[in-house]
């Protein structure tokens, strides 16, 4: 089941699964502190296998209320069970609650398809962010 968790909760699965072990506070985002975000836990039992964030954050595409996801990760052995889908999915619905009307992301451009079966389009040519790999930005509208 989907939960809201703190900033902090985050920080072992970023680190993981994204950081590739590095320290916990070498996963911390700027934006963790900033007011109008939410962090999103997928929960098995009391388990927490997997995260989202999202943060209130304009995309020069978005002519709208729009949200950056940022940390998408869901733990090694349980990925490719839908759990990632399911995490985006709550967000959708709680997103439109706060009338937002899109949602975009850097995506790897190894989950760009995982994004692209949720909906989501490429807005821009593939890029590199150093010390992590290539990446696309990609955009999301969310039906009201
Ligand atoms: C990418 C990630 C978040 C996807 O979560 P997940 O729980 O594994 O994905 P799901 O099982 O919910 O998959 C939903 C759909 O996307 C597809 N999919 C998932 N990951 C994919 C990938 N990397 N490439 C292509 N398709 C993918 C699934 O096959 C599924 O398709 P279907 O609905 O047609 O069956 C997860 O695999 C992960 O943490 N990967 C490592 C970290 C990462 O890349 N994070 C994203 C940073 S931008």
Avoid at 5 to 26: M, Y
Avoid at 80 to 90: A, E, Q, R, T, V
């Amino acid at each position: 089941m989907v939960r809201f968790i703190s900033a902090e909760k985050t920080l072992p699965l970023r680190s993981e699964v994204l950081r590739e072990g590095r320290p916990l506070s070498a996963c911390v985002f700027p934006q963790d502190i900033e007011k109008g975000g939410f962090h999103l836990g997928y929960f098995i039992e009391e388990e927490l296998i997997g995260i989202a964030s999202f943060f209130l954050k304009a995309h020069p595409l978005a002519k709208g209320i729009a949200y950056q996801l940022r940390g998408m990760a869901i733990a090694p052995n349980h990925q490719g069970n839908g759990f990632g889908k399911k995490l985006i999915d709550f967000a959708k619905t709680q997103l439109k609650v706060t009338n937002a009307q899109f949602i975009w992301c850097n995506a790897r451009t190894s989950a760009k398809s995982f994004y692209e079966r949720l909906g989501f389009e490429v807005v821009s040519p593939e890029f590199l962010i150093e010390d992590v790999g290539p990446h696309y930005e990609m955009l999301l509208t969310l039906d009201n």
